[in-house]
């Protein structure tokens, strides 16, 4: 039997991108939260900027637990699912943070209503066959408040292009209104990004910096970014990078209010006759314990949030927790990532000292900034034009058929060429499919015994055709800026697992096709709440954790405020 | 120790692979010492010479292989990143020298391909050429490892069992990983990996100023390992030093 502890009022499992945010709003109200985490603190000394340590081998993790739980995946549901190589994610108070590219966008205000916008302008028709897309129970007016106020809290820096309704060129033109300014400047350029933002303006684009939650000035009395070239999968040995773990957890830890459980490995949520949930089992090494709560948010990684309620199966809920409509799982997509555009130039770059979140964006063919009436997709991509160099990868890079990639005609090569070498970063829009889904493995289990994810997923002929739209685009920049090489990756097949995994607990006010109504709280039971991209029902064309974080908050937030109404 | 690119010294003087290891230690700096750039392209480089860094070819006796496996992988690595006209190579890097101790920890899974791969490399190279991998002229061993990377000598009995590009690809990335990682993991001997692709080395704070020195080809090259800040510790977190 589980040693039963003292109940608190709300219990988060994970404390990551999104957990790590919610725990705050819920301590600053006073509530008693207990946050669950499978890993462990890691601070500034585990974050060496050494590329064999953090990109070449596993990350420093104390705890391997989503490693242990790789999931399986496979293109379609004739095929066989095969384990995949290592898990994307990571285990540590704050998550995929600590080493994530910590690229904050918000939403465009077409991605919140990507039907009703389609059927408008260009008819109804177009959406594509298969395709399980819904309109946000919301539009991004109401999300605009909470991305400020995650703004603000943890440190986004970047440039407004839409402030109060005034466009301000140097920004995105494209995005949402913006009540506030970001709260520092964004990212510098280098010369090579100048160059970049030239070439875009003289193409008729509009180049601007992303937007990074990443310190620009001392901020939250951590210090500006010091570009040392490690960020991409590398912790900041600065605490400029504003991970939930310099953030928003230790804040509401001072409170008093949140207790943080660290290797505390969830197993199963538990509910009552009547379907409402009671507290959460979780083991730490192999010690059993039950955590009684009056709510329960799971914030957890997608792949974990279904397969942990998949895996609470009880009377109320035979087939797993809050799944009596047979949505769990469903409305899953990876953002489409792939179809890279890589150019070599005739000068170096110097970049050598930058990171992904610093660069040239280009939104002109992106969401639905430009008409489709004459194309057969909808959506589109950002472009992106980033620093990302560190040794071994310069060396292992594309020789563009210069070179055998090995002796010394490599080796004139690469000292030549080890710093000219470019590859935009390009993010699609990406729709939910009926054929797209994540369910249990039928075979594979975790070291515990339980069923790992299984990714049903494919890029599909929609997806295919953004990809080769914005490749076009893509070489059109590099060719203006000077390449004198481009090449291009295919444009999609199955997805595999991701950094970016939305759907699967889709958020949406009808429970005959959503898990969460608006607030994140489950159709089914009441007092589950679920949180991370998870909720998401597209994904735009830019990273989603300033998206899940915003939801997050605000889902917490509304707990809050409706605290005896959910808590019952 | 420079070595003509197409005749292999030892081929014509009759010594072995390691005698010329352990010569190349003894030789020091000197014979290696790289001579000026050749420019290939119509916008080259700028022409900085390659430091002059004391290397030793020898990596010593190695824990996880047998002195037959040392020599064959060590020819091996010399082709993939070889002493040239350009510099020194990943034998100087000490590129075995991390392989080795990565075979004792991170990569020991990996351990039974290499002694696989290395046996069929051999045998591969007798069958098809006439004679040990590390006794053919530098022409042919490129050529075996040609047929090695693009998978053409697999095949039971008279290569590799397995994939051949699969060991090829493997011993590739490794000998990357010890010639351009950081020093600390025994490779990148004297930053040899680091001046090759002109990285300007590790920095925990780039300033604008700095930035403009190095687009100003001003900055001079940081030459330390991570692990010289003395802020980061190595190998896993220390879970006692942890929690709030």
Redesign the interface.
Known sequence: MPQQLRAADVVVVGLGAAGGVAVLPLAQAGLDVVGLEAGTWLDRRDFAPDEIRNNVRDWPMLVKKAELERPTSRANAAQTANQIGSHPMMNAVGGTTLHYWAQSWRLNPWDFRVVSETARRYGRARIPAGSTVEDWPFGYEELEPWYDVVEREIGVSGQAGNLRGTIDPRGNKFEGRREREYPMPALRWTAFHDRMAEAARGLGWTPFPGPAAINTAEYGGRAGCGYHGYCNKGGCPLDAKNSTHLTTIPKALATGNLRVVTRAHVTTVQVDGEGRVTGVNYLVGNNEYFQPARVVLLASYTYENVRLLLLSQSDAYPNGLSNNHGQVGRHYFSHHQGGAVSALFPYDLKAWYGLPAQGVAVDEWADDNFDHSALDFIGGGNLWAMSDRRPIGAASMSTFGRARAWGSDWKRFIHENADRSHSFYIQKTTLPYEDNYLDLDPRVTDALGFPVIRITGEFKQNEQRVAAFVQDKAEEWYRAAGAIEVTRAGVGGAMGASTHAYGGTRMGDDPETNVVDRWGFSHESPNLGVLGASVMGTSGARNPTLTAQALAWRTAAHLAESWSSIAG | MKRD?TVDPAAHAGLSRRDLLKVAGAAGAAALAPTA??????????PVPLPVVPVARAAGPLMNLTAAETEILSAMVD????S?E?GP?ALEAGALRFIDRALSE?ESQSADAYRAGLAALDRYSRYSRGAAFAELPVRDQ?SV??DV?TGAATGAGTGFDGSSAGFFNMV??HT??G????P??GGNAGFI??D?????G?????T?E??RM??AEELEPARRS??D?G???????A?SE???
């Open positions: 690119q750039l050749t420019a290939s392209a119509a916008q080259p480089a700028a082709r993939l990143i070889p040239d350009l190579g991170a490129d490892l040609i990377q590739r990335d990357w990983q010639t351009f990682g950081d600390q993991y990996g680091w090759l692709i002109r990285y300007p590790v920095r925990l704070r780039v604008d700095e930035q190095l687009e991570a692990y800040f802020q980061f510790q190595t190998g896993r977190p879970p942890r929690g709030r």
